[in-house]
Nanobody, 115 residues
Framework: QVQLVESGGGLVQPGGSLRLSCVASTTIFSIGSMGWYRQAPGSQRELVATITRSSFTYYADSVKGRFTISVGNRGNTVLLQMNSLKPEDTAVYYC?????????WGQGTQVTVSS
């Protein structure tokens, strides 16, 4: 079982930045892969970005060049730096961890981009 706790969401104006943090109960080296998903009202949950224990990253086309996913120094924190935010980035952002034992989710953190 992997516990995930997100933080860092909030209200920001278009063009602004936010950094989301996800603290896991173990390190990514034990988990294998971690990432961020988001779900806007009335929409399905969608992949935003992932990172593996070997530092391979993947980004959705909609966030490429604006968002950066990284692992913190201790290996148990995954960060999502979000720049040049747009209103369409508004959603609940969920941290995800996946390994052979299953898929785990955090409770979600709200990101609202609005003037």
């Amino acid at each position: 079982q992997v516990q995930l706790v997100e933080s860092g969401g909030g209200l920001v104006q278009p063009g602004g930045s936010l950094r989301l943090s996800c603290v896991a109960s173990t390190t990514i080296f034990s988990i294998g892969s971690m990432g961020w998903y988001r779900q806007a009202p009335g929409s399905q949950r969608e992949l935003v970005a992932t990172i593996t224990r070997s530092s391979f990253t993947y980004y959705a086309d909609s966030v490429k060049g604006r968002f950066t996913i990284s692992v913190g120094n201790r290996g148990n924190t995954v960060l999502l730096q979000m720049n040049s935010l747009k209103p369409e980035d508004t959603a609940v952002y969920y941290c995800n961890a996946a390994n052979g034992g299953g898929t785990y989710w955090g409770q979600g953190t709200q990101v609202t981009v609005s003037s």
